[in-house]
């Protein structure tokens, strides 16, 4: 069974950047791409970013286009979230999801979530 566990939340001054990480373990041979998504107080889970496994290929939400980087070392097993101009906005709890195949259309496996908190 695939874990996920994230880490690297905390609270952060609107403006500043935070890195999450989140590392995955399990023994699973099949991993298409990694994602990350967020929910914020009363709102939906959104989708934030992904990283396809193999060839590192990227995709984001319109809404932190330009101000996130999702990155991957595929040794560790680790991807990352780099959130850089953060705004109140951006608070949410962040969770990691792998998706095994191209043709997962959602993820498979999920993280426990880290909570972000950007202050105004």
């Known amino acids: 069974q695939v874990q996920l566990v994230e880490s690297g939340g905390g609270l952060v001054q609107a403006g500043g950047s935070l890195r999450l990480s989140c590392a995955a373990s399990g023994g699973t041979f099949s991993r298409h791409r990694m994602g990350w998504f967020r929910q914020a107080p009363g709102k939906e889970r959104e989708f934030v970013g992904a990283?396809?496994?193999?060839?590192?290929?990227?995709y984001y939400a319109d809404s932190v286009k330009g101000r996130f980087t999702i990155s991957r070392e595929t040794a560790t097993n680790t991807v990352y979230l780099q959130m850089s101009s953060l705004k109140p906005e951006d608070t949410a709890i962040y969770y990691c999801a792998e998706y095994e195949l191209s043709i997962s259309r959602s993820p498979d496996y999920w993280g426990q979530g880290t909570q972000v908190t950007v202050s105004s």
């Open positions: 990283i396809t496994w193999t060839l590192g290929g990227t």
